[in-house]
């Protein structure tokens, strides 16, 4: 099959080839130009999911090593002297990542109709656009040159997105946009040299640049680091890893998401919360439980420690924010936690109550529950950053304080808030309850006493959170906004697309549990065979 004959290939290609091709319309058919694109990408993800669905059924949407659908073909090939470098054009989807692929084209779609009205809008739009086909690239890619190259290519339209359409409000002796748009792309170019430097370690000592075989050929023997003897799996999954706790963002990497968030534009927060913030946590899965997951074992009690810390900073900071924005960005550390919790509990040997830390079973809930909670908080935290920008659009402000009884005025947006709200805390019904029941039911057989702190830690979410609702719409109405508008038919397109969303997935969440766990099965057999 040639490069363009892959339905993945367009995947890519689709909205590159919206955000040149919009350049060439005047500005009123632009933005149908990029929405056309952007609702094109999304059509040909669903036509691959129900595709595969029938032709394999709900469980057949594979793993790394039974692909349902790939193009894997020569790109780069050089050899000089006793030296060969190859690297594969390598894209394929799974149970794993396609729900991730899914998940971009949606938000990009509803960011580019949210995105409709703002200045120079030409170019937002095809940045936008940029955007979801680098990390189309990182979901797919499966050769670790080509995930390296996606990596960074994301950086470029996120950085001018935040840099030129962020907040002018000043930061630090400068606008807040430049200081923000430096402090993301330092920090994530600082986690992708280590990222580097641990697949040319993993390259040199294997030969190969192939997902597929590296999960199959895993890396043994020790080496010395400092005078230090680590074994080769964990040194290659630390130096890896680290691109990914920035991403993610792990404690203490995580300075850069409030600053981004505070300044970035609406569509963009949508966009770095829930889909920019996944591709560490695939990362964590897709690369190091999957290519190292003897230095992930080794690792686990740690991370069990950090996502504990994530968990509970993420809440408590979240309690003493002023602005709307700041909170539920915070929160996203809080709730990216649950992630490396049920990572953690996955991977490790456990320290729980219960006899050898637990089953394979319960390890593969507790994978499986992280990797919903990627998708859960994806269109929750999406929905919440959404009615963030409606409310700021219209009032100019983010500042909780300075509102009161607003729902009176915004009836509709004040619902859809406060439904977006419980559905982060995770009421049950909605996305949110789902994900986190999985991980921490399962998490409390592996690693007891951490679970046990982040559960009843979760009660500092429903504080902020409905501290937030409360004073914000609900309360004595504040005269100053007698004026407020409720929010637009286009606005609400994609508030009501993921609350509708939100409520399926927490009603009937098997089709989904039952497409991510077919994927999981062989990194958690693999994991567990090399712990034992």
Same mark, same amino acid.
């Given at each position: 099959?040639?490069?363009?004959?892959?339905?993945?290939?367009?995947?890519?290609?689709?909205?590159?080839?919206?955000?040149?091709?919009?350049?060439?319309?005047?500005?009123?058919?632009?933005?149908?130009?990029?929405?056309?694109?952007?609702?094109?990408?999304?059509?040909?993800?669903?036509?691959?999911?129900?595709?595969?669905?029938?032709?394999?059924?709900?469980?057949?949407?594979?793993?790394?090593?039974?692909?349902?659908?790939?193009?894997?073909?020569?790109?780069?090939?050089?050899?000089?002297?006793?030296?060969?470098?190859?690297?594969?054009?390598?894209?394929?989807?799974?149970?794993?990542?396609?729900?991730?692929?899914?998940?971009?084209?949606?938000?990009?779609?509803?960011?580019?109709?949210?995105?409709?009205?703002?200045?120079?809008?030409?170019?937002?739009?095809?940045?936008?656009?940029?955007?979801?086909?680098?990390?189309?690239?990182?979901?797919?890619?499966?050769?670790?040159?080509?995930?390296?190259?996606?990596?960074?290519?994301?950086?470029?339209?996120?950085?001018?997105?935040?840099?030129?359409?962020?907040?002018?409000?000043?930061?630090?002796?400068?606008?807040?946009?430049?200081?923000?748009?430096?402090?993301?792309?330092?920090?994530?170019?600082?986690?992708?040299?280590?990222?580097?430097?641990?697949?040319?370690?993993?390259?040199?000592?294997?030969?190969?640049?192939?997902?597929?075989?590296?999960?199959?050929?895993?890396?043994?023997?020790?080496?010395?680091?400092?005078?230090?003897?680590?074994?080769?799996?964990?040194?290659?999954?630390?130096?890896?890893?680290?691109?990914?706790?920035?991403?993610?963002?792990?404690?203490?990497?995580?300075?850069?998401?409030?600053?981004?968030?505070?300044?970035?534009?609406?569509?963009?927060?949508?966009?770095?919360?829930?889909?920019?913030?996944?591709?560490?946590?695939?990362?964590?899965?897709?690369?190091?439980?999957? +290519?190292?997951?003897? &230095? !992930? #074992?080794? *690792?686990?009690?740690?991370?069990? =420690?950090?996502?504990?810390?994530?968990? $509970?900073?993420?809440?408590?900071?979240?309690?003493?924010?002023?602005?709307?924005?700041?909170?539920?960005?915070?929160?996203?550390?809080?709730?990216?936690?649950?992630?490396?919790?049920?990572?953690?509990?996955?991977?490790?040997?456990?320290?729980?109550?219960?006899?050898?830390?637990?089953?394979?079973?319960?390890?593969?809930?507790?994978?499986?529950?992280?990797?919903?909670?990627?998708?859960?908080?994806?269109?929750?935290?999406?929905?919440?950053?959404?009615?963030?920008?409606?409310?700021?659009?219209?009032?100019?402000?983010?500042?909780?304080?300075?509102?009161?009884?607003?729902?009176?005025?915004?009836?509709?947006?004040?619902?859809?808030?406060?439904?977006?709200?419980?559905?982060? +805390?995770?009421?049950? &019904? !909605? #996305?949110? *309850?789902?994900?986190?029941?999985? =991980?921490?039911?399962?998490?409390?057989? $592996?690693?007891?006493?951490?679970?046990?702190?982040?559960?009843?830690?979760?009660?500092?979410?429903?504080?902020?959170?409905?501290?937030?609702?409360?004073?914000?719409?609900?309360?004595?109405?504040?005269?100053?906004?007698?004026?407020?508008?409720?929010?637009?038919?286009?606005?609400?397109?994609?508030?009501?697309?993921?609350?509708?969303?939100?409520?399926?997935?927490?009603?009937?969440?098997?089709?989904?549990?039952?497409?991510?766990?077919?994927?999981?099965?062989?990194?958690?057999?693999?994991?567990?065979?090399?712990?034992?």
């Amino acid at each position: 099959m040639s490069i363009f004959g892959s339905d993945l290939t367009w995947i890519i290609l689709l909205p590159v080839l919206g955000g040149i091709i919009l350049y060439a319309f005047p500005t009123k058919w632009a933005r149908w130009v990029a929405l056309l694109a952007s609702a094109a990408t999304f059509v040909l993800s669903m036509v691959i999911f129900f595709r595969i669905l029938s032709a394999n059924g709900i469980t057949g949407f594979g793993s790394l090593q039974h692909l349902p659908d790939f193009i894997n073909t020569s790109w780069i090939n050089v050899t000089e002297g006793n030296t060969h470098f190859q690297v594969r054009y390598f894209l394929g989807v799974d149970g794993l990542s396609l729900p991730m692929v899914i998940l971009n084209a949606l938000l990009t779609m509803l960011t580019v109709i949210s995105g409709w009205k703002r200045d120079n809008v030409k170019n937002y739009l095809a940045l936008l656009l940029f955007l979801e086909a680098g990390v189309m690239g990182v979901f797919m890619a499966l050769d670790i040159f080509l995930f390296f190259l996606a990596w960074e290519v994301e950086l470029i339209p996120m950085f001018l997105l935040i840099g030129i359409w962020g907040s002018t409000a000043e930061k630090h002796g400068m606008p807040g946009r430049i200081y923000s748009a430096w402090k993301f792309l330092l920090y994530t170019f600082f986690g992708s040299i280590f990222m580097l430097a641990g697949f040319v370690l993993l390259y040199f000592k294997v030969g190969s640049t192939d997902m597929q075989y590296l999960s199959t050929h895993l890396i043994g023997g020790t080496t010395s680091v400092f005078g230090i003897s680590i074994t080769f799996q964990l040194l290659t999954f630390l130096l890896v890893f680290m691109a990914f706790a920035v991403k993610i963002p792990m404690f203490p990497f995580h300075t850069w998401l409030p600053d981004a968030h505070t300044d970035a534009p609406t569509e963009v927060s949508v966009l770095l919360a829930g889909i920019l913030l996944k591709m560490g946590a695939y990362g964590l899965i897709r690369v190091c439980f999957a +290519l190292f997951p003897g &230095g !992930l #074992a080794q *690792f686990a009690g740690w991370l069990a =420690v950090i996502a504990v810390i994530n968990i $509970i900073y993420g809440a408590a900071i979240c309690l003493v924010q002023k602005d709307m924005k700041k909170l539920i960005a915070y929160s996203s550390v809080s709730h990216m936690g649950i992630i490396l919790l049920g990572v953690a509990a996955a991977a490790g040997a456990g320290n729980g109550i219960f006899p050898a830390g637990g089953s394979e079973a319960f390890r593969q809930v507790a994978l499986t529950g992280a990797t919903l909670q990627m998708f859960s908080h994806g269109i929750i935290t999406g929905l919440l950053f959404f009615c963030v920008g409606v409310i700021y659009d219209k009032a100019h402000t983010r500042e909780i304080a300075i509102f009161g009884g607003v729902a009176k005025r915004m009836p509709m947006l004040g619902t859809l808030f406060t439904f977006a709200a419980l559905a982060s +805390l995770g009421l049950p &019904g !909605l #996305a949110g *309850f789902v994900a986190e029941y999985m =991980v921490f039911t399962s998490s409390f057989r $592996i690693w007891t006493i951490p679970t046990i702190i982040a559960v009843f830690t979760m009660i500092l979410t429903a504080a902020y959170l409905l501290w937030m609702i409360k004073r914000v719409f609900f309360g004595p109405f504040n005269p100053k906004w007698s004026w407020l508008p409720d929010a637009s038919p286009r606005e609400l397109i994609p508030l009501f697309a993921l609350a509708a969303l939100i409520v399926f997935v927490g009603i009937y969440p098997a089709p989904l549990l039952d497409v991510i766990s077919s994927s999981l099965q062989p990194i958690i057999h693999s994991a567990v065979t090399m712990i034992k």
